[in-house]
């Protein structure tokens, strides 16, 4: 049955270009000139949530800069939409996608999973089981991309209802927090802070995928040698997405120390004049040396956007 509702679904999802007014034809040439200053990559927005939370009028607004709000809910399987926005000080193509909250289609959803770039979940404050969703597509997340952290944003959404509330919103941003991302309240009905929702989602989507950096650090070590002395060793650092490591050399396939983005308290320049610098974590201080200036400016200025960001 969950074979034929994949290919049922993927039909869907060969017609919704041609159905959904805010597409725009990704099919010319590359050696085409549109005079848009577009970057390279399509970004891939996941949004996630049980059913009838309004994922899809708070989508809907945003893509279209509309207020409009649907008198009835009319369940969704997928729908999508295609647009440009400036992100980080760049035009930016972004496709989202807005997943139906049932548990049908498992094999699609994970297609989805693996190929999004980020992530926007909702739940309603109006249900709780809509919050307790949300760890179970969490966790479905970390399992898919094999990563603790990703890119994504938290929204209680029916802010308008809140005579009817079930769930507090002390309970929305403790989920946040353990997610390491920012917590948003929503009404789809009055149109709040929609726009500001997916704009930062948007945000900290490209800021965490370009941010991908390698290359050759010396680490000042943990322990010491026989001698009492700290170790001075060369590693190479790897920073991909939310999470930093290094191994003995870029050949190396043994992972030796992890560093998850959003545990990161700060990135610290002591000395202008030499190549140090300092990652501050909550148990330990990494201290860094680059092989010169711009090497040094190079991984300070990633690292503290990642985590201004985070």
Same mark, same amino acid.
């Given at each position: 049955?969950?074979?034929?509702?994949?290919?049922?679904?993927?039909?869907?999802?060969?017609?919704?270009?041609?159905?959904?007014?805010?597409?725009?034809?990704?099919?010319?040439?590359?050696?085409?000139?549109?005079?848009?200053?577009?970057?390279?990559?399509?970004?891939?927005?996941?949004?996630?949530?049980?059913?009838?939370?309004?994922?899809?009028?708070?989508?809907?607004?945003?893509?279209?800069?509309?207020?409009?709000?649907?008198?009835?809910?009319?369940?969704?399987?997928?729908?999508?939409?295609?647009?440009?926005?400036?992100?980080?000080?760049?035009?930016?193509?972004?496709?989202?996608?807005?997943?139906?909250?049932?548990?049908?289609?498992?094999?699609?959803?994970?297609?989805?999973?693996?190929?999004?770039?980020?992530?926007?979940?909702?739940?309603?404050?109006?249900?709780?089981?809509?919050?307790?969703?949300?760890?179970?597509?969490?966790? +479905?997340?970390? #399992? $898919?991309?094999?990563? %603790?952290? *990703?890119?994504?944003? !938290? @929204?209680?959404?029916?802010?308008?209802?809140?005579?009817?509330?079930?769930?507090?919103?002390?309970?929305?941003?403790?989920?946040?927090?353990?997610?390491?991302?920012?917590?948003?309240?929503?009404?789809?009905?009055?149109?709040?802070?929609?726009?500001?929702?997916?704009?930062?989602?948007? +945000?900290?989507? #490209? $800021?965490?995928?370009? %941010?991908? *950096?390698?290359?050759? !650090? @010396?680490?000042?070590?943990?322990?010491?040698?026989?001698?009492?002395?700290?170790?001075?060793?060369?590693?190479?650092?790897?920073?991909?997405?939310?999470?930093?490591?290094?191994?003995?050399?870029?050949?190396?396939?043994?992972?030796?120390?992890?560093?998850?983005?959003?545990?990161?308290?700060?990135?610290? #320049? $002591?000395?202008?004049?030499?190549?140090?610098?300092?990652?501050?974590?909550?148990?330990?201080?990494?201290?860094?040396?680059?092989?010169?200036?711009?090497?040094?400016?190079?991984?300070?200025?990633?690292?503290?956007?990642?985590?201004?960001?985070?």
């Amino acid at each position: 049955m969950n074979a034929e509702n994949d290919a049922r679904l993927h039909a869907r999802q060969d017609s919704l270009a041609d159905d959904n007014p805010t597409t725009f034809d990704d099919s010319e040439s590359e050696d085409e000139d549109d005079g848009n200053d577009y970057d390279s990559k399509t970004f891939t927005v996941l949004v996630l949530g049980k059913s009838d939370v309004g994922k899809s009028s708070l989508l809907f607004q945003f893509a279209n800069n509309s207020n409009y709000f649907p008198a009835q809910h009319h369940p969704t399987i997928l729908d999508k939409f295609q647009l440009q926005r400036y992100v980080v000080g760049a035009l930016q193509r972004v496709t989202f996608l807005d997943w139906g909250g049932e548990a049908d289609y498992p094999t699609s959803r994970r297609e989805a999973i693996a190929d999004a770039d980020g992530f926007v979940f909702v739940y309603s404050i109006t249900d709780r089981s809509s919050l307790e969703a949300i760890s179970e597509l969490v966790e +479905e997340v970390r #399992v $898919t991309k094999a990563k %603790a952290y *990703f890119p994504c944003v !938290l @929204v209680a959404n029916k802010s308008d209802c809140d005579k009817q509330r079930a769930v507090p919103d002390t309970e929305g941003k403790s989920l946040a927090k353990s997610l390491q991302c920012p917590f948003f309240k929503t009404s789809a009905k009055t149109h709040d802070n929609v726009d500001n929702t997916f704009q930062t989602a948007l +945000e900290r989507m #490209v $800021t965490f995928t370009q %941010a991908d *950096f390698s290359g050759y !650090l @010396v680490k000042k070590g943990g322990g010491r040698s026989a001698f009492g002395r700290k170790n001075w060793k060369k590693r190479w650092f790897c920073l991909e997405g939310a999470c930093l490591t290094y191994k003995k050399s870029y050949k190396s396939k043994k992972v030796l120390g992890r560093i998850e983005i959003p545990t990161i308290k700060a990135v610290i #320049v $002591t000395n202008n004049d030499d190549n140090k610098f300092e990652i501050v974590c909550p148990t330990r201080t990494f201290i860094i040396h680059a092989k010169d200036v711009h090497v040094k400016r190079e991984w300070v200025t990633k690292l503290q956007t990642l985590v201004v960001n985070k």
